[in-house]
């Protein structure tokens, strides 16, 4: 009886860490006027995970804010961001204006669906501050290739690609 509990235990452990790794990263792509989403996978070229866990971002020109940074867990029925704010600047949120995007392989486009509109992060991410959003995550037919967070109240949005894991 020990034997099983403490398998049962290890087994949880085991099930409930697995969701720790982050899949998916990104960065604040400045001035987000108009709809041209590949841009912002032309801006972030890669996101490598360390050993230690850190992720660094590799980007190109001078619209990438790596100071607004979203981290990106997929679990079985929804998909989490984690929005960070280091810059000096407040982040404006809204619930009704935000977009949040899936492209997969095939180039199929997804806007996710707000998972629990009561517990969206209304107002403002301050500086030193993070914020948990939730969206549903939807039937694909192909992998995920990028997300985008459109925020028009500040005109920016945030691109995630798939996280590398750094090599041995």
């Not at 037919?141 to 967070?149: D, L, N, V, W, Y």
């Amino acid at each position: 009886m020990r034997k099983v509990i403490g398998l049962l235990l290890v087994m949880f452990l085991v099930l409930s860490s697995a969701g720790l790794a982050t899949d998916f990263a990104g960065i604040q792509i400045l001035g987000w006027i108009d709809d041209d989403i590949p841009l912002g996978t032309e801006i972030l070229t890669k996101a490598v995970q360390t050993k230690t866990g850190k992720i660094n971002f590799i980007y190109e020109g001078e619209l990438a804010n790596p100071d607004v940074y979203v981290l990106c867990d997929i679990g079985f029925s929804s998909i989490a961001f984690y929005i960070h704010n280091k810059s000096k600047m407040p982040i404006q949120l809204n619930a009704l204006l935000d977009q949040y995007m899936l492209t997969t392989e095939d180039e199929s486009l997804y806007i996710l669906e707000i998972r629990d509109w009561l517990k969206y992060p209304s107002g403002v991410i301050n500086p030193d501050e993070f914020k948990k959003v939730s969206v549903k995550k939807p039937k694909l037919k192909s992998e995920m290739k990028f997300f985008a967070i459109i925020l028009p109240l500040m005109k920016t949005a945030i691109f995630l690609i798939r996280v590398e894991k750094a090599e041995e």
